[in-house]
Structures are given as C-alpha cells and as structure tokens.
C-alpha cells in the first residue's frame, strides 16, 4: 500500500517560515499530481497548493505569493516553503497524492492522504 508520511509543522511567529515535506513511499508505479491541503478550525478543508507531473503549479488566492509548492519526482516527495506566515495559516496541513499504485498486472488508482502536521502561527 502507498503511503504519505509529512513533516515540517510546528509553531511560529506571525511572518517567520516553514517548509512542509511529503514523501511518498510503497508500491508506487506513477504519481501525477501532488497537493497540499489545510483544515483550519470550524473550517472546511481547502487545497492551498497543488502540483503537476510536469511542474505546473496552482495555489489558493489566500496563500498565492507567500507559499511555493515543489516536488522532486524521482524522490516521490512534494515540498511547501511557507513564507509570510499568518495567523490565518493555523492549520492542520494534510498532503495528497494521485496516480498510479500497484504491480505488474494489477495496477490501481492512487488517492492517498498524509495524516496531517499542525502549523500554529502565532506571537
């Protein structure tokens, strides 16, 4: 089975930084896109970033200019540098994959979530 495992939440100052890691890992045959999602609370979840195979990028009105979205393919991993960090980016930040997953003669469709890492923002 494929697994997400995330990295990089923590606290801090309103304006500091934090970079969120994602890597992919177990019977992987393709990844084709990557995102990052956040729930804040008494909030619905939202995507904030997402990324393509290709590199192509989209981001949430409210984050566009603060956060870059990366990945490195070859590492099955997806990154988001976090700058100009807000109090309205508290959040549990959950990462995403879709693609391709399983062996030869049976492949199957990839969905599948992190278990999520907290960021507060806060003074």
């Known amino acids: 089975q494929v697994q997400l495992v995330e990295s990089g939440g923590g606290l801090v100052q309103p304006g500091g930084s934090l970079r969120l890691s994602c890597a992919a890992s177990?019977?992987?045959?393709?990844?084709?896109?990557m995102g990052w999602y956040r729930q804040a609370p008494g909030k619905q979840r939202e995507l904030v970033a997402g990324?393509?195979?290709?590199?192509?990028?989209n981001y949430a009105d409210s984050v566009k200019g603060r956060f870059t979205i990366s990945r490195v393919n070859a590492k099955n991993t997806v990154y988001l540098q976090m700058n100009s960090l807000k109090p309205e980016d508290t959040a549990v930040y959950y990462c995403?994959?879709?693609?391709?997953?399983?062996?030869?003669?049976?492949?199957?469709?990839?969905?599948?979530w992190g278990q999520g890492t907290l960021v507060t923002v806060s003074s």
């Open positions: 177990g019977s992987i045959v393709s990844i084709n896109s």
């Open positions: 995403n994959a879709d693609g391709v997953a399983g062996t030869p003669g049976n492949y199957r469709y990839l969905e599948v």
């Open positions: 990324i393509n195979s290709g590199g192509g990028t």
